[in-house]
Nanobody, 126 residues
């Protein structure tokens, strides 16, 4: 069973930055991928960034490419999401998932809708 602890949400003005952190623990982590999903009211959940634990391969959705950066640290296992140039339309609930799966699988709507945790709230407002 993977344990997840997310932190780092908050209120930021448009154009500002926030850093989200996800601490994950569980067996067999070398085969895992970690991803940050987000969801706004009335919209589909979206995988915005992901990273594989062994190779460090990354993925970004088109909506955040060039603004967000995902990185990892080990012992403990942490996936950080640095979010720059935040926009009012960036949705406000972000959730971290760690799973023994591929990034391609994490990108599927079916996967996104099957996995959700407590999340951390990001609000972009002036």
């Amino acid at each position: 069973q993977v344990q997840i602890l997310e932190s780092g949400g908050g209120l930021v003005q448009p154009g500002g930055s926030l850093r989200l952190s996800c601490v994950a623990s569980g067996p067999g982590f070398s085969s895992f991928a970690m991803g940050w999903f987000r969801q706004a009211p009335g919209k589909e959940r979206e995988l915005v960034a992901a990273i594989t634990w062994s190779a460090g391969a990354t993925y970004y959705s088109d909506s955040v490419k060039g603004r967000f950066t995902i990185s990892k640290k080990t012992a403990p296992n942490i996936a950080d999401l640095q979010m720059n140039n935040l926009r009012p339309e960036d949705p406000d609930i972000y959730c971290c998932v760690a799973d023994s799966t591929s990034i391609e699988n994490m990108k599927s709507p079916r996967y996104a809708n099957s996995r959700w945790g407590q999340g951390t709230q990001v609000t972009v407002s002036s």
